[in-house]
């Protein structure tokens, strides 16, 4: 797995850079954020969670059952929206209330 970052969507708010636990997020020259070395990507998601505009993306692989698809995240106060969407551009959304995400 591995992160896409849409450079055209990016506002280079440096939020994405921040939270990556393995610093491989920098900023090129017009401050957008771009993956250093993305074949040492985790997958952690710190990142698409951190971007307040939907640019950080995990790709979801074929091999993962993902098909190729994108998960991505928009925060709305304490809501979390989790966007899947498939290669052919349709999407899901699921709604998490990051409060309450770690209640069992």
């Known amino acids: 797995m591995s992160i896409s970052l849409d450079a055209e969507a990016?506002?280079?708010c440096g939020g994405c850079?921040?939270?990556c636990p393995g610093m491989l997020l920098?900023?090129?020259a017009k401050g957008k954020a771009f993956i250093r070395h993305p074949e040492d990507c985790w997958g952690c998601a710190a990142c698409v969670k951190a971007c307040p505009v939907e640019a950080a993306a995990l790709y979801l692989a074929a091999e993962?059952?993902?098909?190729?698809?994108?998960?991505?995240a928009r925060k709305e106060g304490a809501l979390l929206?989790?966007?899947v969407t498939r290669p052919d551009g349709a999407s899901e959304t699921i709604i998490v209330n990051s409060q309450n995400a770690n209640s069992y």
């Open 64 to 72: 993962a059952g993902g098909r190729g698809g994108k998960l991505s």
């Open 10 to 12: 990016c506002v280079g």
């Open 17 to 19: 850079m921040a939270v």
């Open 81 to 83: 929206h989790w966007k």
């Open 26 to 28: 920098e900023a090129d």
